[in-house]
Nanobody, 123 residues
Framework: QVQLVESGGGSVQAGDSLRLSCAASGRTFSGYNMGWFRQAPGKEREFVAA????????YYADSVKGRFTVSRDSAKNTVYLQINTLKPEDTAVYYC????????????????WGQGTQVTVSS
């Protein structure tokens, strides 16, 4: 089992930045790919970013490329999502997830999920 706890969300203005954190505990964190997803009201959960278990490959949804940066600190068992130049359309609950498989861009590739952290961006 891997337990994931997100933090760092909040209510911000358009153009602001946030850094979301996801602290992992339980089984070995370093062996898992880590992903970030988001879900806006009335919409399906969508892929945002992912980082491989080695930390040397990062992947992003087209809608967030250039504004979002995913990273991980294995010593702290934590993965981060830096979000810059926030837009109202970024408003959603952001979830981190851990998976041991090869699928990074779909929820099916992840076995463990956090409870989510709310990000609200006003114009």
């Amino acid at each position: 089992q891997v337990q994931l706890v997100e933090s760092g969300g909040g209510s911000v203005q358009a153009g602001d930045s946030l850094r979301l954190s996801c602290a992992a505990s339980g089984r070995t964190f370093s062996g898992y790919n880590m992903g970030w997803f988001r879900q806006a009201p009335g919409k399906e959960r969508e892929f945002v970013a992912a980082i491989g278990w080695r930390g040397d490959n990062a992947y992003y949804a087209d809608s967030v490329k250039g504004r979002f940066t995913v990273s991980r600190d294995s010593a702290k068992n934590t993965v981060y999502l830096q979000i810059n130049t926030l837009k109202p359309e970024d408003t959603a609950v952001y979830y981190c997830a851990a998976g041991a498989g090869a699928i990074l861009f779909n929820i099916k590739g992840y076995d463990y999920w956090g409870q989510g952290t709310q990000v609200t961006v006003s114009s």
